[in-house]
Nanobody, 119 residues
Framework: QVQLVEAGGGLVQAGGALRLSCVAS????????????WNWYRQGLGNQREVVAQ???????NYADFVKGRFTISRDNAKNTVYLQMNSLKPEDTAVYYC?????????WGQGTQVTVSS
């Protein structure tokens, strides 16, 4: 079983930056973060959960149009950690951000971390 714990959320002014982290523990140690696919999702108040960034096991990345050029997803295999660097934050980026790790036989979610961007 895999456990994911997010951290790094908080309150920031528009134009600022935050770095979210997602630390994985449990059976993921056996295979390492590199063998999983990783997603960051977000859910704003009253909105559906939406994918923000994806990091595939082969190293490919994909970003939602609304964060392209501002957000970067990365991983540190030695630390079993995946990051989301968020720059040039906007008030509309305010949401709870969730880390998700999956492979064909497994799917895990973190508890979420709140990001609030003030105007």
């Amino acid at each position: 079983q895999v456990q994911l714990v997010e951290a790094g959320g908080g309150l920031v002014q528009a134009g600022g930056a935050l770095r979210l982290s997602c630390v994985a523990s449990g059976t993921i140690f056996g295979s390492g973060t590199m063998n999983w696919n990783w997603n960051w999702y977000r859910q704003g108040l009253g909105n559906q959960r939406e994918v923000v960034a994806q990091l595939f096991s082969g190293g490919g990345r994909n970003y939602a149009d609304f964060v392209k050029g501002r957000f970067t997803i990365s991983r540190d295999n030695a630390k079993n950690t995946v990051y989301l660097q968020m720059n040039s934050l906007k008030p509309e980026d305010t949401a709870v951000y969730y880390c998700n790790a999956w492979r064909p036989s497994d799917n895990a979610w973190g508890q979420g971390t709140q990001v609030t961007v003030s105007s």
